[in-house]
């Protein structure tokens, strides 16, 4: 799976993965990480995510990092806003008060993109990739972020051998081998979640298990 393959889902509108409401999962379980409002928040593979301007509007400085430009451009136009766009080496930096978008490589991000970040917001990021690249996203994080970064984790784990992905399968033991090292693990909400994606269904799932973790960087 390589850059291509999601500027083309995204020329394509083959975006299923994005929400058209704020996730109920953030909205419970954000309080939980109990972290102030004027935290920044880091949010991997943001794509145009309704939940950045809940963020936002929760006080929090947002910084995203998203492949697509298309997405980018999306989502500030649907919220009506008109960032600034900076190039910075590679990436193009689009920004408006509250809310900065990185465009690019996420993996190839500077160090400075996520200084003073205190929090992270994982909805369809980890999910998204393949094996591989789960342990590059997990190593990422580990380096990026200071001690005491609190991530919201959301993943998903169902029968690999009934639908491919993305999304990915990803089970609390592999989220356990991924993160234990560097992390705190908490799971705080698993639950069948099958029925509230009918899409799913129709690839061929029987069951899907919703999890909700926080990550406390060691």
């Known amino acids: 799976m390589d850059h291509e393959f999601w500027q083309e889902r995204w020329r394509r509108g083959e975006i299923g993965f994005h929400r058209s409401d704020t996730s109920p999962e953030l909205i419970a379980h954000w309080p939980l990480l109990d972290v102030a409002s004027s935290t920044r928040v880091f949010v991997p593979f943001c794509g145009k995510s309704l939940d950045m301007a809940w963020l936002a509007a929760a006080g929090h400085e947002v910084v995203g990092a998203e492949l697509s430009a298309l997405a980018v451009r999306q989502f500030f136009a649907e919220h009506e806003m008109t960032p600034s766009e900076t190039r910075f080496g590679e990436h193009i930096v689009f920004s408006t008060p509250g809310i900065t978008i990185w465009c690019g490589d996420m993996f190839t991000l500077p160090t400075s993109a996520l200084e ?6 994982d909805r369809a990021s980890l999910v998204a990739l393949p094996a591989p690249m789960r342990l590059q996203y997990a190593a990422f994080m580990a380096d ?5 970064t609190r991530t919201l984790l959301l993943t998903l784990e169902f029968d690999q051998r009934e639908m491919s992905g ?3 399968s990803v089970s609390e033991r592999e989220v356990a ?3 234990a090292s560097a992390f705190d693990i908490r799971v705080i909400d ?3 979640a099958i029925d509230r994606d009918p899409n799913l269904r129709k690839r061929g799932l029987t069951s899907l298990i919703a999890q ?3 990550l406390t960087r060691h």
């Open 116 to 121: 003073g970040i205190g929090a992270v917001y």
């Open 144 to 148: 990026m972020l200071a001690a005491g």
């Open 166 to 168: 993305p999304p990915f």
């Open 177 to 179: 081998s991924l993160f």
């Open 190 to 192: 698993t639950n069948e």
């Open 212 to 214: 909700t973790s926080i």
